[in-house]
């Protein structure tokens, strides 16, 4: 068993982290955003989110969690108010691919055989794909590590969802600064969060395509997609068991431990 009871490798040193890798862990790797999320919420929601929920499932699966990846794709004016918002960092799809694929890599390179992208920003799913297909690609003939990719939200369970959104769930993907991130915030990070600056405006009537350059009078002036109104700690609590229990049981299902 490890020596030490920290499971973010960027709070080991190399010699305890040398060690601990030799028992074959599970690495998790958080992947964020550094975006806006309205007036009531701090740029980095999505990296702490991501980081916060793969270090509650690392306790479960004594697990390891790798260096956040906390700049995503650009946002979507569809998902994340658009790229067009000051206060929102996005990189191009190639820099985020790039990222994933060297993390998984170098883990490889490590001996690491079992890896999960936990992922907290919903632009960045089908780039952390492409990261690890490439990956695994340039691994070919070496020894390959089996690899899970999912984002946490998947893992909120029907029942937690009619429960918390007793009006009707709006979706995922205008859950941008919305009830979701906002109770989690409530529940982990209490002072960064500013409820009293919530804009409790109706969710965002956005059309079903994109348009380029982007038109940005579609987007809430809020820069949320809903409004965060109805947030509290207690949701936060109740939606980070269903998503930790839910990634715990997958994780574990998967790679059999």
């Not at 690495?27 to 806006?36: D, T």
């Amino acid at each position: 068993p490890p020596m030490t009871h920290e499971r973010n490798i960027t709070r080991l040193d190399a010699f305890t982290y040398r060690k601990i890798i030799q028992d074959d862990p599970v690495m998790l790797i958080p992947v964020g955003a550094i975006e806006q999320h309205g007036p009531h919420m701090p740029l980095g929601v999505d990296m702490m989110l991501s980081t916060k929920m793969a270090e509650l499932v690392a306790e479960n699966i004594n697990a390891l969690v790798g260096p956040t990846i906390t700049t995503g794709y650009k946002s979507q004016q569809r998902s994340g108010g658009g790229n067009h918002i000051i206060g929102s960092f996005g990189f191009d799809a190639a820099t985020v691919i790039g990222i994933c694929r060297t993390f998984v890599r170098e883990f490889a390179r490590h001996g690491l055989k079992r890896i999960a992208f936990i992922n907290g920003h919903y632009e960045n799913y089908q780039f952390i794909y492409e990261g690890v297909d490439l990956a695994l690609r340039d691994l070919r003939g070496q020894s390959i590590p089996d690899v899970m990719l999912l984002s946490y939200w998947d893992f909120v369970t029907e029942e937690v969802i009619s429960g918390l959104y007793p009006d009707g769930f709006p979706g995922w993907d205008v859950e941008h600064g919305g009830v979701m991130e906002t109770s989690l915030m409530l529940e982990y990070f209490p002072d960064l969060v500013h409820m009293d600056r919530v804009m409790d405006l109706p969710a965002a009537a956005l059309p079903p395509y994109d348009l380029l350059p982007v038109d940005p009078t579609l987007t809430p002036e809020s820069g949320c997609l809903s409004s965060a109104k109805a947030a509290s700690a207690e949701k936060g609590a109740i939606l980070a068991d269903s998503i930790v229990s839910g990634i715990t049981d997958a994780i574990r299902g998967r790679f059999t431990m």
